[in-house]
């Protein structure tokens, strides 16, 4: 049922996150913060010896080509930085190296983004590498209290985007954004002050 406002949507994330219900609580969040974490989760290929993310990747639309590449690109990133330690070279050397770093680096940020675009459902992506992270590691991209507790007060809705406190149980607060998409309330992230 979409949400028809932000404290709803607040609501339902909020009783997602209850009953570890990963597929809900991601489907709470705007499509930006789904591919923030996303583009932060997706560079474990290059650390999946067994292949079992790189087949959860594969199940949501990823190609084979594309998965190589983030793996390529991140060793090339590892490979540059570790170069850069422990010799010392000229400043000129130097620049030279933290130049061709940068650009190894948004090269590698630019093939994680062309996997992104071919995800079929992101919010389930996103759902599905939480619990697959949770399985493995013990953690995940977010932490499991989040909204646990917590209140939304003073929401302020201009169009199709809103504001709102979040009230935390110790007595502070933030303000969080949500948005408008597709008809339905999302949460976006904290807001800045």
Aim: hydrophobic share 45%.
């Amino acid at each position: 049922m979409p949400a028809t406002s932000p404290d709803e949507v607040f609501l339902t994330a909020q009783q997602a996150m209850v009953h570890g219900d990963w597929e809900t609580f991601f489907r709470c969040l705007t499509r930006s913060r789904l591919r923030g974490i996303a583009m932060m989760v997706i560079p474990m290929v290059g650390d999946d010896a067994a292949d079992g993310f790189t087949d959860l990747c594969r199940a949501y639309g990823m190609s084979d080509d594309l998965l190589a590449a983030v793996k390529m690109a991140g060793a090339a990133v590892i490979a540059s930085a570790q170069r850069s330690r422990g010799t010392a070279v000229p400043p000129e050397l130097m620049l030279a190296d933290s130049y061709r770093h940068r650009e190894l680096v948004a090269a590698h940020t630019k093939t994680i983004g062309a996997c992104v675009k071919t995800i079929v459902d992101l919010a389930a992506f996103v759902a599905a590498s939480e619990r697959y992270r949770r399985d493995r590691s013990g953690g995940g991209s977010v932490s499991s209290q989040m909204f646990l507790d917590e209140t939304l007060t003073d929401v302020v809705i201009t169009g199709a985007k809103a504001v709102g406190v979040r009230r935390f149980p110790r007595g502070h607060s933030e303000g969080l954004a949500f948005a408008l998409e597709r008809g339905e309330w999302r949460i976006g992230g904290p807001t800045r002050s």
